[in-house]
């Protein structure tokens, strides 16, 4: 048994892994953003596997609605970060407007929206909302 404290160990930096990718705020940004984010969990899941198939494809989902509440919600440029943590992936979707995000109705009849942030909130394990001067930051924490 080895008698050296857990925590003094160096942190290993096979999980200090980080994406960051910067967007225009165009449309089809939202479909860059997921491909992003596809193209990271696989480098990810080479070395470190996910715990089960739904974590890949929830990370995917916050991604495509962070950046689609983005395009929509929060014209400008927006910017994409995800990065291992011990426990998990962190995404970090950083955009131009300074009104955090809300939830809206759901109204099927007219086409409208209004499920994304409720589906943000119920696949993350936590969520926090950074207002700056110059815009937010939305930080969500998904299982890996």
């Not at 290993?12 to 892994?17: I, L, P």
């Not at 919600?73 to 407007?97: E, I, K, N």
Request: net charge negative; aromatic share 10%.
């Amino acid at each position: 048994m080895s008698t050296e404290p857990r925590w003094s160990r160096e942190p290993s930096y096979e999980y200090m892994r980080e994406c960051v990718a910067a967007f225009d705020g165009r449309l089809e940004d939202v479909t860059d953003a997921r491909l992003t984010a596809e193209a990271f969990l696989a480098d990810l899941s080479r070395s470190d596997p996910p715990s089960a198939p739904e974590p890949w494809d929830d990370i995917l989902l916050v991604v495509a609605e962070l950046a689609a509440n983005a395009v929509q919600y929060a014209p400008g440029p927006f910017r994409l970060t995800l990065r291992r943590t011990f426990d998990g992936v962190h995404v970090t979707l950083a955009d131009t407007s300074t009104s955090p995000p809300a939830p809206r109705a759901f109204r099927p009849a007219t086409g409208a929206g209004g499920i994304g942030w409720y589906l943000i909130q119920t696949l993350a394990e936590q969520v926090s909302v950074v207002v700056r001067e110059d815009g937010k930051d939305v930080h969500v924490f998904l299982p890996w």
